[in-house]
Nanobody, 124 residues
Framework: QVQLVESGGGLVQAGGSLRLSCAASGRTFSSYAMGWFRQAPGKEREFVAHTNWSGTSTFYAASMKGRFTISRDNAKNTVYLQMNSLKPEDTAVYYC?????????????????WGQGTQVTVSS
């Protein structure tokens, strides 16, 4: 089993940056692919980014590509999401999640474990 705890959210002005972290418990972290999703009020959960178990393959939603970067440090059991050039429409609760593989990486049902989320608010 994997437990996930996100941190790093907060309030930032448009154009600013934030780095989210997701710390995982358990010795099997390196065997899981990891993803970031977000959910704004009144909207469905939305795929943001995904990395395979080693960090050598990454995938992004079209609207985040070039602004967001996902990375992981398996020695620290942590996955990161660097967010640059933030926009008010990026405001949401951001969740990290663990999946046994990278198949259908944008589908939230493919992820077994979820964190509790961290709020990101971007002011205009």
């Amino acid at each position: 089993q994997v437990q996930l705890v996100e941190s790093g959210g907060g309030l930032v002005q448009a154009g600013g940056s934030l780095r989210l972290s997701c710390a995982a418990s358990g010795r099997t972290f390196s065997s899981y692919a990891m993803g970031w999703f977000r959910q704004a009020p009144g909207k469905e959960r939305e795929f943001v980014a995904h990395t395979n178990w080693s960090g050598t393959s990454t995938f992004y939603a079209a609207s985040m590509k070039g602004r967001f970067t996902i990375s992981r440090d398996n020695a620290k059991n942590t996955v990161y999401l660097q967010m640059n050039s933030l926009k008010p429409e990026d405001t949401a609760v951001y969740y990290c999640a663990a999946s046994p593989g990278s198949r259908s990486y944008s589908d939230p049902t493919m992820y077994n474990y979820w964190g509790q989320g961290t709020q990101v608010t971007v002011s205009s």
